[in-house]
């Protein structure tokens, strides 16, 4: 199906993976609605956002819809040498449906929070 | 900004969200053709103008005119004008009507404005496209003056410039606007279970195996002091296949 919602989570580095895929879902509203509350607390961040075509875009998290369409500024690339068209950007706009990955920054992330919505999740498989 | 607060609210009744995936299920019974093509359907007299799709709800958003165009590691083309409607990007050469291009937004995986003349010697519009037929070799491609479809249909760079630097941020948020108008579209056909939740679907006699319940949504959805948000989250009550895989979540977080 469509809708998918997996959580990395590293004890040891603390470092927390949300796979997009459920990204580019539509149909549970409510949980949508969700992640969009959730991404939204981490506005002013640093994240970094992985799209399907390899780039990776380290910067700070500027705003995003209800769609999670991703506004970042003050960007870097985490791969200059093979992205080196992206470097003098500062500020980007990246549709939903192209993010695989974005990894959260550590302080940004309630460990405890995700472990209670995962396991919740797991127990209803 | 106001505007696109107003299209994101959500229809709600007693019990029932409609979300606006309306727009994604009419989305997804267009043609959808991903990279950028060929355009040359104009009306009007002279160079004239794109025709629109206004039987489809296509509307123009904003023209720009004096505006070259460089796909892929082609040299810029111009003179042109820029249309932005809500569904596509199209340039229109001044001088050649049989001469544009037209991408539509569902394309368009990134756009961003380009200042630094060491990377590019205008300030444009930056983007990412979404191709048909995506491949690394673009950047061999030739230099020639009128790709062919075939050509067109690897493109994955675009770049937009506008003989005025100072339309640059006015495009970057046009842009941004339109991203947002075209949402993915919806894939299955699945109508009654992709976009309402009302009580039949939690009355049907089976305990909801999954429910959000109010001491997890509120350290979530309290962000930004959004109650709506919150509030929302409380109806979700799921009871099908759709997290078959989280059991394997579960063991990725214990490894």
């Not at chain 1, 981490?42 to 506004?71: C, F, M, P, W």
């Not at chain 1, 990955?101 to 405890?112: E, R, S, T």
């Not at chain 2, 340039?91 to 050649?96: A, C, I």
């Not at chain 2, 509030?231 to 979700?236: D, I, N, Q, R």
Request: hydrophobic share 35%.
């Amino acid at each position: 199906m469509c809708f998918k919602c997996e959580f990395y989570i590293n004890p040891e580095n603390d470092i927390v993976q949300v796979i997009g895929s459920m990204l580019s879902c539509k149909e549970l509203v409510g949980f949508e609605m969700l992640f969009v509350s959730y991404f939204k607390e981490l506005v002013g961040k640093e994240v970094t956002v992985e799209l399907k075509n390899d780039l990776a875009i380290r910067s700070i998290l500027h705003s995003l819809d209800q769609y999670l369409n991703i506004e970042l500024e003050n960007i870097g690339v985490v791969d200059p040498e093979k992205y080196p068209h992206m470097l003098s950007i500062r500020n980007c706009f990246i549709r939903e449906s192209v993010v695989r990955h974005v990894q959260l920054p550590p302080d940004g992330v309630d460990i405890d929070i995700l472990h209670d919505a995962t396991r919740r999740e797991a127990r209803g498989a | 900004m106001r505007e696109r607060e107003a299209r994101r609210s959500y229809v709600r009744t007693r019990n029932i969200i409609i979300s606006p995936v309306l727009d994604g299920k009419k989305a997804s019974q267009r043609a959808m053709i991903l990279g950028i093509r060929h355009f040359t359907d104009r009306i009007g007299e002279g160079i004239g103008q794109p025709r629109f799709d206004s039987a489809e709800g296509e509307e123009l958003m904003h023209v720009q005119p004096g505006v070259a165009i460089a796909l892929g590691r082609l040299l810029p083309e111009s003179p042109g004008t820029l249309y932005i409607s809500n569904r596509r990007v199209m340039w229109l050469s001044d001088t050649d009507r049989d001469k544009g291009y037209a991408v539509d937004f569902l394309s368009i995986s990134l756009h961003a404005v380009s200042r630094d003349p060491e990377t590019y010697p205008s300030p444009c519009i930056y983007t990412q496209i979404e191709a048909e037929d995506a491949k690394d070799d673009q950047f061999e491609g030739s230099d020639a003056e009128c790709p062919d479809e075939s050509y067109l249909s690897k493109i994955t760079e675009m770049r937009l410039v506008p003989h005025d630097p100072n339309q640059l941020d006015t495009l970057f948020d046009i842009f941004c606007q339109c991203v947002e108008l075209n949402p993915e579209p919806l894939e299955g056909d699945d109508e009654e279970n992709s976009w309402i939740f009302g009580e039949d679907f939690t009355d049907d006699g089976d305990q909801p195996e999954w429910h959000i319940s109010e001491d997890l949504a509120n350290p979530i959805g309290q962000v930004n002091g959004n109650h709506d948000l919150a509030h929302s989250v409380l109806h979700l009550q799921i009871n099908d296949q759709r997290f078959e895989d989280a059991e394997e979540m579960e063991d990725a977080n214990h490894n």
